[in-house]
């Protein structure tokens, strides 16, 4: 491995280091470190200069109201594909489509809803390493010890 090379190497390794420990001082902070959720927006908090400070989670009521209607109608007993059903045919506002598929609600999008810890109150971050010990992409579980968890809206 040459001079430069090896230079690289261990720059590309601080840069990493850097990154991960920022993401988690915003996580501790409560600021979002992710994409959007359904169910809530996230917003840009500026500082008084105009520049861009940090995103926060808000909540849009139309969509909470779908996520609420999906737990009251599980603590029922209705199963995911039903719900899924049920809420297609009311017409219920569902999470943005993925690849090319029509918006709809689905019995795995319904059981995704359940599963998600946010829509229990809980922002967990650091959950899982996106590649392994090799630098491939390759998702892994970490010990929940190296969880951060905190309250959410």
Do not use: C
Request: overall charge positive; aromatic content about 8%; proline content about 3%.
């Amino acid at each position: 491995m040459s001079a430069t090379a090896f230079a690289d190497e261990l720059e590309r390794e601080k840069a990493r280091q850097r990154t991960y420990d920022a993401m988690q001082r915003k996580a501790r902070a409560g600021h979002v470190t992710g994409g959007r959720v359904f169910g809530y927006e996230n917003v840009e908090i500026r500082l008084a200069d105009g520049s861009r400070s940090h995103v926060e989670r808000r909540i849009v009521e139309a969509e909470a109201a779908v996520v609420r209607r999906i737990f009251d109608l599980a603590a029922e007993g209705v199963g995911v594909r039903r719900l899924a059903r049920l809420l297609n045919d009311e017409g219920a506002i569902a999470p943005r489509a993925q690849q090319g598929r029509p918006v709809a609600w689905a019995p795995s999008s319904v059981f995704a809803v359940l599963q998600r810890e946010l829509y229990r109150g809980v922002v967990i971050w650091n959950q899982s390493r996106k590649r392994d010990s090799w630098g491939q992409a390759r998702r892994s579980e970490r010990d929940q010890g190296e969880w951060i968890r905190l309250e959410a809206p």
